[in-house]
């Protein structure tokens, strides 16, 4: 089976759908670029160049530049897609989703319940989001757990490229509004991932360990940085499922609960700061459901309560470390 990093994984996956159904197209900023540089128009492909390829081979009709205008991007794209249209539109950072946020949960989050189930709105909106390049405090966010919050929005954080193929062509092919959250700090991460195209159901949480003794829930770029720490304690006679559950809206509750009723023990992680956030949220949900299971305390690995710092060696201390990951585990064996 070919490897291909994530970013690949992705504009594939866009590839591949654009030329198998019409009626998807991408809009955003950059998602050409070229024009007023010395390249030509489609040489950049995104600011990360995710959609490299995609105007030479579609046209200027489904690559659309936009203006730097994020509520622009996404009101254009929420209106396609009411007309029966499938676009992809892209926001550079997560950070900018308050820029169009008006359109995201009060437009495209209510159109059908407020239509009375008569309408869909099949519209993906992909962001980079994360810290790990040093693109401080205003580029560099994980948003995902404020949009998890809002009812009508399906939200989707792949942690390697085959999930990020999989769960992106389930996106463009779902009658409703997709978030899609690509950690940029795993871009250039690569694993085995089959050309044709497939599917992954939303709600439906992979498990790439599986052990006895501490269930730990981690998210996006969090997920191989506690498959690391887990790997590590087994020469310690620790052994762990690590559930990455891929969608936060809908999330997969059931496998999370099962876990911890086996294991006794939980372990939360996410990049994002501890309040009202993803790991306070499935540490309530063990604490209410299977609070009679657990043999210790839950566990809440995060970033601490600040903005992400610009000083390389700062991020760093931001970011959860597998050693603060394994730490935490330790911690409920005592």
């Known amino acids: 089976m070919p ?60 690559c659309i530049d936009t203006p730097i205008s994020e509520s622009a991007i996404v009101g254009a794209a929420s209106g396609a897609a009411l007309m029966g249209m499938r676009p992809v539109a892209e926001i550079m950072f997560a950070d900018f989703i308050g820029v169009c946020m008006d359109q995201i949960i009060n437009q495209i989050g209510k159109f059908r319940y407020m239509f009375g189930g008569k309408t869909t709105c099949p519209l993906v909106i992909r962001f980079t989001t994360g810290a790990g390049f040093s693109a401080a405090a205003q580029h560099s966010q994980s948003m995902y757990q404020i949009m998890t919050a809002f009812p009508g929005l399906k939200v989707v954080v792949p942690s390697n490229a085959y999930d990020a193929k999989g769960l992106l062509l389930t996106a463009i092919r779902d009658e409703d509004p997709v978030l899609f959250f690509e950690p940029k700090a795993l871009y250039q991460v690569s694993c085995e991932v089959p050309d044709e195209p497939y599917t992954i159901p939303f709600g439906q949480a992979a498990m790439p360990r599986e052990g006895d003794d501490v269930t730990v829930v981690a998210f996006g770029q969090m997920v191989p940085r506690a498959a690391a720490a887990i790997d590590a304690l087994e020469a310690e006679g620790i052994t762990c499922d690590l559930i990455d559950p891929r969608t936060t809206s809908p999330l997969d509750e059931e496998t999370i609960l099962e876990s911890v009723e086996a294991t006794g023990r939980l372990v939360v992680v996410d990049e994002s700061p501890p309040r009202c956030g993803l790991t306070a949220d499935v540490a309530a949900m063990a604490a209410e459901r299977v609070f009679h299971s657990l043999k210790a305390p839950v566990r809440q690995v995060c970033a601490p309560h600040t903005p992400v710092p610009f000083s390389p060696e700062l991020e760093k201390a931001y970011l959860p470390s597998e050693e603060r990951i394994a730490e935490a585990i330790r911690s409920c064996m005592a």
């Open 3 to 62: 490897v291909k990093t994530m970013r690949d994984a992705i504009n594939e996956t866009l590839h591949q759908e654009m030329a198998a159904d019409d009626r998807v197209f991408v809009i955003g900023e950059d998602v050409a670029g070229g024009m007023g540089t010395a390249g030509k128009q489609g040489c950049a492909g995104g600011v990360f160049g995710v959609t490299q390829g995609i105007y030479e081979k579609f046209g200027p009709d489904r």
